[in-house]
């Protein structure tokens, strides 16, 4: 299945997308794709009303936005340097153990919304990343089976950076990561099924429609049911948290010079199986 939300930010509602890509609205039956839908085995009940009711659901308008597919999270789970390529790129050791942030809840957006370059900034910069939705809480897992079945699905993620804030102003890299409109994310979530290896995605970003970045997710270090087994160690991660899970070589930091995005720049981006987002770049308001 493909989870899907629509309409304006605050009225957001749930809905699929269907084989021939049509959207479909879900509202009549379901709250939204959030914790609760996620705590109560809300995949399976899903899956009972489309093989009862697809056909006769409302299609949904092409002209309504695309929301982030999941409702706001708890928790978004960073991992940093997660890429070998990207490590390498980044002039850094591959880490022992993954590196773990949090960015801010509020930075979750639809994937065609519009990105705010914060005020004094002069390095705002791109990741195309793999996200990974969590299906059920997740706490003291015993294997990596176990975290593999708490996954509900996978998105595309964009964890947009600003360097300096990130690297210069001392401290963690959270403020670097947290400002507003920062992770767009979808256009949908691929349930786990449909991605059966999430080690074989290509993934792509350009600006301006330049090539910035092209990898693939074999290259990551540590893996997505990996990640979800050790962090599950440190903190519960619950239904409907997010974790972004690194880039893969090509961002504005490792060019030579070091290249960063402006007001009016375009950044496409797409993950193999995952859809594509698009943005638009602005001045924050």
């Known amino acids: ?18 084989a021939a890509g049509d959207r479909l609205d879900l ?28 056909s006769y659901l ?9 929301a982030a597919p999941v409702a706001r999270p708890g928790k978004v789970v960073c991992i ?6 990207h490590a390498r790129e980044s002039g850094a050791d591959i880490p022992k153990e993954p590196i773990v942030f949090l960015k801010g809840t509020n930075t979750v957006v639809g994937p065609y919304d519009e990105v705010e370059i914060p005020r004094n900034s002069e390095k705002t910069d791109w990741e195309v990343e793999l996200g990974v939705i969590l299906g059920s809480d997740a706490r003291y897992l015993n294997s990596e089976a176990e975290a593999e079945a708490a996954i509900a699905g996978y998105a595309v993620s964009h964890d947009v950076s600003e360097r300096a804030f990130q690297l210069e102003r001392g401290g963690q890299w959270t403020k670097g990561k947290s400002c507003d409109t920062f992770n767009p994310l979808g256009p949908w979530l691929a349930t786990r099924d449909e991605i059966p290896d999430p080690l074989k995605l ?6 301006n429609g330049i090539q910035r970045q092209k990898g693939t997710t074999a290259t990551m270090i540590f893996n997505p ?4 087994h050790y962090l ?7 239904a409907g ?3 972004t899970t690194g880039t893969p070589p090509g961002v504005g930091l490792g060019m030579k010079p070091p290249t960063y995005l402006k007001v009016g720049d375009v950044v496409e981006l797409s993950v193999d199986g995952l859809g594509a987002q698009k943005q638009s770049f602005i001045a924050a308001r």
């Open 1 to 18: 299945m493909r989870l899907v939300r629509f309409d304006l930010p605050g009225a957001e509602k749930p809905g699929v997308m269907n």
């Open 27 to 54: 509202s009549a039956h379901f709250a939204d794709w959030n914790r609760e839908f996620f705590r109560s085995n809300g995949l399976a009940k899903l899956a009972e009303v489309l093989a009862a009711k697809e």
């Open 58 to 66: 409302p299609r949904v308008s092409s002209s309504l936005r695309w």
């Open 80 to 85: 940093g340097l997660n890429y070998a390529d």
């Open 202 to 207: 290509e993934m792509r970003l350009s600006v």
């Open 225 to 228: 049911r990996f990640l979800v």
């Open 232 to 238: 599950s160690q440190f903190m519960t991660l619950e």
């Open 241 to 243: 948290d997010v974790i």
